[in-house]
Structures are given as C-alpha cells and as structure tokens.
Antibody
Framework: QVQLQESGPGLVKPSETLSLTCAVS?????????WGWIRQPPGKGLEWIGS???????YYNPSLKSRVTISVDTSKNLFSLKLTSVAAADTAVYYC??????????????WGQGTLVTVSS | SYELTQPPSVSVSPGQTATITCSGD??????ASWYQQKAGQSPVLVIS???KRPSGIPERFSGSNSGNTATLTISGTQAVDEADYYC?????????FGGGTKLTVL
C-alpha cells in the first residue's frame, strides 16, 4: 500500500522560505509516476502547486512557478517542496500525492494526510 | 488560464440521485477526475479519467464528460456521502481543480 507523509515547520515568517518533505513508503519513487504537491487554504478549495518525475522533470502551476522548486531524492524515497517569499496568502494545508495517468490525463490516486503551514510573524 | 466551475452546493435526500456538475471550455475534449473530501480529511479519488472507478469506491459513484460539462452522479445517495467534491482536469501540463461543491444529504 502506497503511503505518503508530509513533514516540515508548521510556522513560517513572511518573506521567508517554506520547505516541506514528503516521504513515500510502499512504493519506490524510482519505479515511475509523477509526484505532486497540492495545497488548500483554510475553508477554501484545492490548488495544484506542481509535480515531479523521478528523473527530475517538473511541471509547475504558472501562478506559482516563479517561487516554487520541487526536487526528488530517490535514495531516500522522498520529494520536497520549496516556496520562497511567502505571505499570509500561502497559509494552507499542504498535501503531497502520487500523480497517476498519462500526459494530459493526470490525476492523484494516493494522498498524504496533509500538514498545516501558517505564515505569520 | 483554464478554469473549472462547480456549483457551491447541492442538496439531496437519502436514497435519491445526486448530480454534481463541472463546467469548462471544451472540457469534453479533456479528462475529468473527481475527489471526495470529508471534513478534516484528505481528498479521496472517486472517479478518474471521466468514468473510471478506483478499487474500493462504491458502484453508486459514476462519471461522464461531454461538451463543456463533466458530471459526477451518486445513485442511492447515503448519509456517508455528505462531503465536498472537487473536479480536476489537465490543460496541457497544468493541473486545474474546480472550486468544489458541498453535497448535503438532508
């Protein structure tokens, strides 16, 4: 059974960098699939941040692209998110998820439990 | 940028059929997926690629997609189906979610 677990600071100061890690168990990232990050501000809907392949190939949400970096560490079977210059609007529950399907048919079949990140001084 | 539009809320009586729509320009030319999210929980995939039901999802969940509208249908709705539902599609390499629909089972 594929399991994903997010980890990282729950509080980040404005203008600083948000860093999260997603540890994957039950499946080797090296085998395939894209792996993605999605966030959800309190009381609001889902927003895709970006996805990465085990080779390092990435796709980002155009609205966040200038501030986002997603990387993968196949030796540790995890992938990571960095979001720079955060503001209060970046406060959200951040989910990691496995991205299944093929090009233009992607969907998310396994999700982590989510981690709340609050941006505040 | 591509947008998906869902009604904010839908109400249904137990045992009846719930229909949740998702609208987008030429959405029928793309593939729509649907997620169920209960309060305080992570989203769960209930329909992928227009009409594929993942293992473990009850048969009462079904999907269709044509023209500008994708539809999630829940037949014989149960109280346990009360949740927020999100549609999702891809526009080239960009993933887009709808705004979500709160399903209330009265």
């Amino acid at each position: 059974q594929v399991q994903l677990q997010e980890s990282g600071p729950g509080l980040v100061k404005p203008s600083e960098t948000l860093s999260l890690t997603c540890a994957v168990s039950g499946y080797s990232i090296n085998t395939g699939y894209y792996w993605g990050w999605i966030r959800q501000p309190p009381g609001k809907g889902l927003e895709w941040i970006g996805s990465i392949y085990h080779s390092g190939s990435t796709y980002y949400n155009p609205s966040l692209k200038s501030r986002v970096t997603i990387s993968v560490d196949t030796s540790k079977n995890l992938f990571s998110l960095k979001l720079t210059s955060v503001a209060a609007a970046d406060t959200a529950v951040y989910y990691c998820a496995r991205t299944s399907g093929s090009y233009s048919r992607y969907y998310f079949d396994y999700w982590g439990q989510g981690t709340l990140v609050t941006v505040s001084s | 940028s591509y947008e998906l539009t869902q009604p904010p809320s839908v109400s249904v009586s137990p045992g009846q059929t719930a229909t949740i729509t998702c609208s987008g320009d030429k959405l029928g030319d793309k593939y729509a997926s649907w997620y169920q999210q209960k309060a305080g929980q992570s989203p769960v995939l209930v329909i992928s690629e227009d009409n594929k039901r993942p293992s473990g999802i009850p048969e009462r969940f079904s999907g269709s997609n044509s023209g500008n509208t994708a539809t999630l249908t829940i037949s014989g709705t149960q109280a346990v189906d009360e949740a927020d539902y999100y549609c999702q599609a891809c526009d080239s390499s960009t993933v887009v979610f709808g705004g979500g629909t709160k399903l209330t089972v009265l």
